[in-house]
């Protein structure tokens, strides 16, 4: 499985981002995916998490109501729409897809994307 990241970049507090991330291989076993951050000097931490389906999402706290999560199956595309964006929400964003075959689980991870809130 290989996930590539969009829509990152520099905007103001306030404003939204649309981050993507398109997976491409062995997409069909893949059962969940989700969003990780991780800010400088600080550990990587869950986002956002979506089971295969839409079955189950989860969010962050700190994203609660600001950040929704969605997947759109038939392009194996992940979408994290981000609104009232705060400066502390500034970190490199990594797209993340778990897939379990013969009983191993496995995790992917996007190569990043950075997000830069301005105050």
């Known amino acids: 499985v290989q996930l590539v990241e969009s829509g990152g970049g520099l905007v103001q507090a306030g404003g939204s981002l649309r981050l993507s991330c398109t997976a491409s291989g062995s997409t069909f076993s893949i059962n969940a995916m989700g969003w990780y951050r991780q800010a400088p000097g600080k550990q990587r931490e869950l986002v956002a998490g979506?089971?295969?389906?839409?079955?189950?999402?989860n969010y962050a706290d700190s994203v609660k109501g600001r950040f929704t999560l969605s997947r759109d199956n038939a392009k194996n595309t992940m979408y994290l729409q981000m609104n009232s964006l705060k400066p502390e929400d500034t970190a490199v964003y990594y797209c993340?897809?778990?897939?379990?075959?013969?009983?191993?689980?496995?995790?992917?991870w996007g190569q990043g994307i950075q997000i830069t809130v301005s105050s």
């Open positions: 979506l089971t295969s389906g839409g079955v189950s999402t």
């Open positions: 993340i897809a778990d897939e379990a075959r013969h009983g191993v689980a496995y995790r992917y």
